[in-house]
């Protein structure tokens, strides 16, 4: 089996899981910023993160043959200050032309206030500015439908995104065919007490298909499973999904998407 973890914030991680994913068939780490498990008081905080993601995280995965390649923003759960959000945005062109950095994630918004979608806009006007792929985050539970319209309206408002350069990740069943709909791509988030199950992912794939979908672990601070990928692949197994099927889900579809970008290679 082999397989790309498309959505792994391993900054969070052991090195142990490194080994496990390679171990499993893992060929390539995508890592988009994220929340930091408290929130960051200074653009500076930001700063030596962005460092993190673009030069020592690489370095660590390439120690177990991994690629390992990253988005950048000021993450939704930071986003209700607006000033440092600013900053923080104002200092991602140094480094959007590192060679890891597929584009700009995971934007998108947690408690759908209207400093996130401020903050949203902002990031999304970044992106069509530089020409880069954009990662969306949808907020969790019960605000995840209204948010994912908010965020789906905010790229449709921006006429310069083109809507195949946008994933839009932590679709559950209720979310899926409005984003496929619009043209973008879609994330299934596998996790072991919210989110997806694995048996779930496979139950979308199997009623909406397999065009423009990956699934990911997201693999973070909280409670996640790195080896949830490969996870799903066996039940996908279990269901009668050929190698060939399979293979094009786990690690043909994240190339597909992330090819849109030249610095993507493995």
């Known amino acids: 089996m082999r397989y790309i973890e498309p959505h792994g914030h391993m900054v969070s991680r052991t090195t142990d899981d490194y080994i496990k994913m390679a171990t499993a068939g893992c060929a390539c780490v995508s890592e988009p910023a994220f ?55 104002g200092i991602i062109p140094k480094f959007i032309d590192r060679p890891n950095v597929l584009g700009i994630g995971e934007i998108g918004l947690n408690k759908n206030s209207r400093n996130e979608l401020k903050v949203l806009e902002m990031h999304v006007d970044l992106a069509a500015r530089t020409n880069e792929l954009i990662l969306v985050h ?58 997806c199950t694995g048996a779930r992912a496979c139950d979308i794939l199997d009623n909406y298909g397999h065009e423009r979908l990956w699934m990911n672990s997201a693999c973070d601070w909280g409670v996640s499973v790195p080896l949830a990928v490969p996870y799903a692949a066996l ?32």
């Not at 950048?72 to 600013?86: G, H, M, R, W, Y």
């Open 235 to 266: 039940e996908m197994r279990k269901r009668g999904w050929t190698a060939e099927q399979i293979d094009g889900v786990i690690y043909g579809n994240p190339i597909r998407f992330m090819s849109q970008s030249p610095k993507f290679k493995l």
């Open 138 to 195: 949808t907020p969790h539970l019960e605000d995840k439908l209204k948010g994912t319209r908010l965020i789906l309206d905010v790229l449709k408002a921006d006429s310069r995104i083109k809507p195949e350069r946008c994933i839009i990740d932590h679709v559950e069943e209720h979310t899926v065919q409005m984003v496929l709909d619009r043209g973008h791509w879609a994330g299934m988030t596998l996790y072991p007490e919210s989110k």
């Open 35 to 89: 929340w930091a498990g408290f929130d960051r008081s200074s653009v500076d905080g930001f700063h030596d993160y962005f460092c993190q993601l673009t030069d020592y995280e690489p370095k660590r995965a390439a120690k177990f043959g991994l690629a390992h390649y990253s988005w950048l923003c000021i993450n939704p759960k930071e986003s209700e200050d607006v000033t440092l959000a600013s900053e923080v945005i």
